[in-house]
């Protein structure tokens, strides 16, 4: 009996293995774009720069013509509390497709301060093909001006990533010095 219950105890500790999306800055491109060489001038190419809090993901965008369409490019939006008058920033994110968004939620580091120089995405969004996935409240969605245009704070490290480690900024601060001075022309969280 003691080896037919080691043998069903054994059983039910199999577990499904976990699935595991990839992180903020993994599912980020960095691909094929005009790098600004200053944090000056990303802020200046920038619709609004602001420091705030990441508080949740949420289902984004989609683009391509049919619901079922697997080369279809799907979007999350990442939700960032800034302080600022106007609610919650809804950031567009690209996202690796085939993952369900509560796998996608657990990636995130929701909780880390983070830094964001953006773009109205609006006209981009009136394009044919977009389609909106989530709840829209009417709120502005955003876009990274570049992938240098976000610095995310890894609290455990001590330092602050960066959304392309390979274009550096010739006026950026040290990546383990004050988290605040990667903020060019923008808003500080309240």
């Given at each position: 009996m003691l080896v037919a219950g080691l043998a069903l105890t054994a059983c039910g500790d199999e577990e499904e293995p976990q699935v595991v999306a990839p992180g903020l800055l993994q599912s980020l491109p960095t691909g094929d774009y005009e790098a600004a060489t200053t944090l000056t001038?990303?802020?200046e190419r920038?619709?609004?720069?602001?420091?705030?809090t990441v508080v949740d993901v949420e289902e984004g965008f989609r683009f391509g013509d049919a619901a079922d369409d697997?080369?279809?490019s799907r979007f999350i939006e990442l939700i960032v509390e800034s302080g600022e008058l106007d609610g919650p920033?809804?950031?567009?994110w690209p996202y690796e497709y085939g993952y369900d968004i509560d796998v996608i939620r657990e990636s995130m580091p929701i909780g880390a301060p983070i830094v964001l120089y953006l773009t109205d995405f609006r006209t981009i969004a009136a394009e044919k093909g977009w389609y909106h996935l989530g709840p829209d409240d009417g709120h502005t969605h955003w876009i990274p001006t570049t992938p240098q245009g976000v610095i995310l704070a890894d609290s455990e490290a001590g330092v602050a990533r960066l959304g392309d480690p390979s274009a550096p900024l010739t006026?950026?601060?040290p990546v383990d010095g004050d988290f605040e001075a990667w903020l060019v022309g923008g808003t500080p969280t309240e």
């Open positions: 001038e990303l802020a920038s619709d609004r720069v602001t420091m705030g697997p080369g279809a920033i809804h950031v567009v006026d950026a601060p």
